[in-house]
Every structure is written in C-alpha cells, then in structure tokens.
C-alpha cells in the first residue's frame, strides 16, 4: 500500500496554531462538582465565594495574656502595671491564652508571654517567656503560684489579635470563573467553609500509536523486542504529559500501518474524546495514512508545519456518528 502523498509545504507555526484554534470548538466543557480536597489542578466552572469568615472568630496571635487594652495605658518601666490572673477577663485582669485561642469576650488585645512579667506574693518575679531562661516544669510551676503579671509597657486595641475575617470574609468571592486551582487555592477554599466546588470536566484526549513496527511496552512477552521492532513510548510520554496539564487520557493499544483500522481506531476514539492525538503515520512514507484517515472523517487543516522536529505534523477535525473532535497525527 502507499500512503498519502507529500505533506504540503511547511506552514508557520503561527499560522497553523490559528488554523487550528479557529476551526475546533472553543467552547468551555461541562461542570461538575467535585471534593475541593480533590480539586488542585481543576478550573472552576463559575464564581466561588466563601461560606465561612477566615479566621471566624477573634483569636490570640500570640502565647500571652488577653487583657483589655486601656488596662495598660500608663504602664511604662518606672511606673508599670500590675494585672490580676483570672480565668474571667474584667477591669485590671489578664486571661492566659495560647496561640489560636479564641479572645475571651471583653477582652481586645494580647500581651505576649516575653512582655509580661509573674508577680507573686507581691513581687515581680521571672518573664514569662518561656525562652527567657525557666525549664518548662519552673516554668509551669512559675504560671501556677504567680497571681499577677507585670506590664512596663501600654498596648493597643487589637494588640496580637487576628481579627474575625482578617484573611476572608464570608460571602466574599474567593476566585473568578475558568481561574486554574492551585494547592495553595484548595487550602483557602477548606479554610472558607467550601466543601464542594463546581470545576470544568476534564478534556479527553485519545492517543492512537501507529506503525507495524511498534510494540506495546505493556506486553511483557515484548519487553525485549526482535530486530525490527519498536517500543512503543510515545503514548506513555504524551499521557504523563497531558495529564500534568488536566487531561483525561485514555491510551489506544498500538494499530499497524493499515488505513482501515487507523479509520476505525479513529472513529472509536472520536466518539469518547475531545480530542485524538495518532502517533506516527503523518509524514510521506508507503505506511504513513493519518492525513488521508482525517480527511476521510472530516477536514485537513494543516499538513506540515516550520518547525524541527515535527515538521510533518497534520492537524484537522474529524466526524464519527455525528460526534466532532480535534485531530492531530504528531511526528513519530
């Protein structure tokens, strides 16, 4: 058999990629919903908006004491402020609170363990920092007996607080429509209140490998192929690779150098994909058919392009059952 006659000239790059694009369907695919613990790498399908206020409550910044800040307005090293410890916020009292505790309510601003210093039976005794020198026992010990801290500086409203929607607040839109997940966007999302997030479906792309001298890798009697023969690993690069972009990919068991089956090949994976990648088969060899099998089902948009490697590259759409996909017969 002969193949399909020269590829014709060698269009610009430029020029085939808007050939290409003008002639496929643009138009963005289907939403579904999925976990958003599942959703890094997805494009969202419309507007996401948090149903929760990041952080939702006023929260310590800060190991320390929450206090009320006009408590301290005075305070300075000759004249410093004395803070009863109380497990009730109030008047010249201080609350021990750790790092993401809620503020107890009156409260409006944390002193940090470094700034403060025990008092007990009347005298100021250690920081209460707990890298200030005391082991962990002297210094719990210390907190235990000690029935107040000493200030030697004032503090402002909503010292070391983190604000109740300091980093979202619920309601606000969180990202656009068609804006690509990150890690990072999933964490915001969970730490929203979103559990479900409505994303585009994947693209499913369909590679048909080609040639009587390829062998699937997959077989294991063709680990070790004869003289002659080919591993087949185009399809493996281009799966991994697709798929690191968001695709679907499904992988065709390798098909011969025959127009026939490469039309029936297509026709199957036109009517499950997006889009059909065949491997090989595209330049001007006595086995090379993909440019006339794509023609067959629809239309060759370009046949070579100015680019190495991959000069013989075919780029088209093509019809089966009514169904429409890109096809493209890349360089083997």
Not at 218 to 234: A, D, F, S
Request: charge should be negative; aromatic fraction near 4%.
């Amino acid at each position: 058999m002969t193949g399909s006659g020269v590829y014709v000239g060698a269009t610009p790059l430029d020029e085939a990629c808007s050939r290409f694009l003008t002639a496929v369907d643009l138009r963005p695919l289907e939403a579904e919903e999925v976990l958003v613990e599942e959703a890094a790498g997805r494009v969202t399908a419309g507007v996401v908006t948090a149903r929760l206020s990041s952080p939702h409550y006023h929260a310590a910044a800060m190991d320390g004491y929450a206090l009320r800040a006009e408590a301290t307005y005075g305070a300075s090293e000759r004249s410093p402020v004395r803070l009863e410890l109380a497990d009730v916020p109030g008047g010249l009292r201080a609350v021990r609170v750790d790092t993401g505790d809620p503020l107890p309510e009156g409260c409006d601003a944390v002193v940090p363990l470094e700034d403060a210093l025990l008092v007990e039976d009347g005298l100021a005794g250690a920081r209460a920092d707990p890298g200030a020198g005391l082991a962990d026992g002297r210094r719990a010990g210390a907190e235990a007996e000690a029935q107040a801290v000493e200030l030697r500086a004032a503090v402002y409203p909503w010292h070391h607080v983190r604000l109740q929607g300091e980093d979202v607040v619920a309601g606000q839109v969180l990202f656009g429509e068609n804006h690509l997940l990150t890690p990072a966007d999933v964490g915001v999302l969970l730490a929203a209140g979103v559990r479900r997030v409505a994303v585009r479906r994947r693209p499913v792309v369909t590679f048909i490998p080609t040639g009587d001298e390829v062998v699937s890798p997959l077989r294991r009697e063709e680990l070790l192929p004869r003289p002659g023969q080919i591993v087949e690993t185009n399809g493996t690069v281009a799966r991994l690779t697709l798929e690191s972009w968001g695709a679907e990919v499904r992988l065709a068991a390798p098909v011969p150098d025959d127009p026939d089956l490469l039309a029936r090949a297509l026709d199957e994976a036109l009517r499950a994909s997006d889009m059909v990648l065949i491997g090989a088969g595209s330049s001007a060899g006595r086995g090379d058919f993909t440019a006339r099998v794509i023609a067959g089902r629809g239309r060759v948009l370009v046949h070579g392009v100015a680019v190495r490697p991959g000069k013989p590259v075919v780029l088209g759409v093509a019809e089966a059952e009514g169904v429409t996909g890109a096809a493209a017969g890349v360089a083997g």
